[in-house]
Structure formats: structure tokens, C-alpha cells
């Protein structure tokens, strides 16, 4: 499934409040100071209908006479699906470069590092013993 920036703004906001009217969304949108461009709630109410047609958001109740809608998709679902098509698209498909990429130009901490390191053992384990 493929989604514009503006789609995958409104799945974080449905993934981080559950359920939400346009309204609602429309709310928190305007509210969000690092957004460059003010939204208007007609092009909200469009993104919803055309997550709803995509099969990513669901009707699942009402408000008076709004409708609240609720993400049918998961975040790890639609990341597992945009992942291939981001190494693709920006490394060629290549899952070194992208991982070599983020840890050259992020400002990791010691904590991070730490992750990073642990994740990388139990990857090895894991290969290890299949």
C-alpha cells in the first residue's frame, strides 16, 4: 500500500490516539508546530475517505453526527511493506548501505550505541544456531 506524507501524517496521529474524528485530526494537525503549511479540514476529510478506500483506516463508531475512524493497518505492518521500496528507491536494494547510511549520519548516544551493538549480537546468535 502506498501512501503520500500527508496520508502517513494522519496514520501516525491514528496510530498514537487510536480513534479520532476528521475533526479531531484536523485539530491535531493545526496544532502541530513543525507543519510549514496550515491544512484545511475539507483536504483532511479527503485524506480519511481516501485511506478508507486504500483499506488502511475503518469506520469504527460516531460522535453526534461525525464518524470516528480507526487505523485497520498497523505501523509495523506498513513499514514492513515501505521498507523494501525505500532500499530500492534510495540504495538500491542494498540493507548495508541503508544501516551504514543511519549510523553515519545520526548523532548517536552511548545508549544507542549499546542498542545498536545488542542487536547486532542477536542477529549473529540467532544466524549462529539456524
Not at 5 to 14: A, H, P, T, Y
Not at 27 to 48: E, S
Not at 98 to 103: C, E, N, T, Y
Request: glycine share 4%; hydrophobic share 35%.
Amino acid at each position: 500500500m502506498k501512501l503520500s506524507e500527508f496520508e502517513l501524517d494522519v496514520m501516525k496521529l491514528l496510530w498514537q490516539q487510536n480513534a479520532c474524528t476528521a475533526s479531531e485530526l484536523h485539530k491535531y494537525l493545526l496544532a502541530d508546530d513543525t507543519r510549514t503549511k496550515k491544512v484545511a479540514y475539507n483536504t483532511v476529510k479527503t485524506i480519511v475517505d481516501r485511506l478508507e478506500q486504500k483499506g488502511a483506516v475503518e469506520r469504527c463508531g460516531q460522535q453526534g453526527r461525525s464518524i470516528v475512524y480507526q487505523a485497520k493497518v498497523t505501523q509495523q505492518a506498513l513499514s514492513q511493506q515501505a521498507t523494501p521500496r525505500f532500499m530500492d528507491r534510495f540504495f538500491k536494494g542494498s540493507s548495508r548501505s541503508l544501516i551504514a547510511h543511519f549510523i553515519k549520519e545520526e548523532s548517536l548516544d552511548d545508549d544507542d550505541i549499546e542498542y545498536l551493538q545488542n542487536l547486532l549480537k542477536s542477529k549473529k546468535q540467532k544466524k549462529e544456531s539456524d
